[in-house]
């Protein structure tokens, strides 16, 4: 049998603190330091604890080259590199340890950067709710927490500052200056088809479809995107919208046209809502969703291991979100954006896989609610406490 390390696989000396009574007691320092050595893989998902004379073998291991089992464990020992098989952190030419080795495999495949591996993988939520202390964003209570915060600019020297004329009045004034965070959505209203279409159309769409090479071609959408390679595809969920059941969605850019994942009761959709946003009630009502989803094949096919990709594709989501606030804007419509999302769930919910696949942030948008606000928003005029 033939082994080698796995790929990508970063080791962290963590501490755990705890009060060592024995210290105290005897007049000494109250805080212990017990030290773990952790390993992160992001073919495995999971961090796991291994000890030094493992950490020692995963060190002398080459990831490219494969050795003889037999030589490796002269020099490391049995138990040591069977547990190490075992945890998939090393992997073996064996059928016994297929699963960890193809799993490395589509990572190597994949062209990632290893530390944008990592920071995809273990940056990921699975079932994460607001009872795990997240609330709906208060200044107030946030002062209270951690005193006053930074300014709100960077103040350099203005000696010689060139005082720029007023801003003109502009055709996008109107977006731009009613674009909000919505957080008070009124349930019992839908979005119209043809207000839902032109949103999706004109954030997501293809407005063209550029040949680049006989059965290659690039989307040219209203965003910009890295590359030109528009990696981020729209999964819709729907819980009020009108002609459209609710449900799941893939959003087609080119054909226009919502194909259908999954249908949901509304007492399900609205639930799955809630699951999706980590249960951010205040964002979870809104009747037309978008997780969006970056390909990672598309955009590492140009950036190979590349610093700045998985940077890129966040931009991407940033600026598709910001079109779609202005979309929504336009229709009278408030919008949110958000990557406070379970977005391992997600993977999941969409038989997507998050070595192939990142779910980096949920949009939505509907009418706002007519009753009384109960959740913040920085709306142009008011001058209300947030
Ligand atoms: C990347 C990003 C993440 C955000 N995440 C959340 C979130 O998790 N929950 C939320 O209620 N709002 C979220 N927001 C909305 C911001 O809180 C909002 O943009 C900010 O308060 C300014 O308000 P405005 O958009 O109305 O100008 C997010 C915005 C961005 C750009």
């Known amino acids: ?9 970063y080791i962290e000396s963590r501490e755990n603190l705890s009060i060592d009574w024995r210290a105290v007691l005897a007049g000494g320092s109250a805080l212990a330091a017990n030290m773990q050595w952790v390993a992160m893989a992001p073919h495995l998902d999971q961090e796991l604890n291994i000890n030094a004379a493992e950490l020692a073998a995963l060190g002398a291991a080459s990831q490219t080259v494969w050795s003889e089992r037999a030589e490796v464990e002269q020099r490391h020992g049995a138990d040591c590199i069977a547990r190490l098989l075992e945890l998939g952190l090393l992997l073996s ?30 940056g990921r939520w699975r079932e994460v709710s607001s009872e795990n202390g997240m609330e709906a964003p208060s200044f107030q209570s946030l002062l209270e927490q951690f005193g006053e915060p930074p300014p709100p600019t960077l103040d350099l020297p203005a000696d010689g500052a060139l005082k720029l004329p007023v801003a003109a009045a ?4 109107e977006q731009l200056l009613q674009r909000y965070t919505g957080r008070n959505f009124d349930l019992q209203a839908s979005v119209p088809l043809d207000v839902a279409a032109r949103l999706l159309h004109r954030a997501f769409g293809a407005q063209e479809v550029r040949m680049v090479g006989p059965h290659a071609s690039v989307l040219k959408k209203t965003s910009p995107s890295g590359g030109g390679l528009h990696p981020i595809e729209a999964f819709v969920l729907v819980q009020r ?9 893939h959003y087609h850019p080119i054909e226009h046209e919502l194909r259908p ?11 799955l809502a809630r699951e999706i946003l980590a249960d951010q009630h205040w964002l979870a009502d809104a009747p037309l969703q978008v997780l969006m989803v970056g390909r990672m094949e598309r955009s590492f096919w140009k950036y190979r291991n590349h610093q700045k990709a998985y940077r890129a594709l966040a931009l991407d989501a940033g600026h598709l979100s910001q079109t779609f606030y202005l979309l929504a804007s336009e229709a009278g419509m408030p919008a949110f954006v958000t990557a406070a999302i379970n977005d ?13 696949h990142a779910v980096v942030a949920v949009c939505g948008c509907g009418p706002a609610s007519k009753g009384e606000r109960t959740t913040v928003e920085l709306r142009y005029g008011e001058t209300d406490a947030i």
Do not use: N, Q
């Open 1 to 9: 049998m033939k082994i080698r390390r796995c790929a990508v696989l």
């Open 93 to 122: 030419d064996d059928e016994t340890h297929t699963a960890a080795r193809e799993r490395d495999e589509t990572l190597r495949a994949t062209h990632w950067r290893p530390l944008s591996a990592l920071a995809h993988t273990f």
């Open 170 to 173: 502009g055709r996008m004034d």
């Open 241 to 249: 919208v009108d002609g459209v059941a609710p449900g799941l969605y």
């Open 261 to 271: 994942l999954r249908s949901l009761g509304s007492a399900e959709a609205a639930a």
């Open 344 to 356: 391992a769930d997600i993977e999941k919910m969409l038989g997507l896989d998050h070595l192939r």
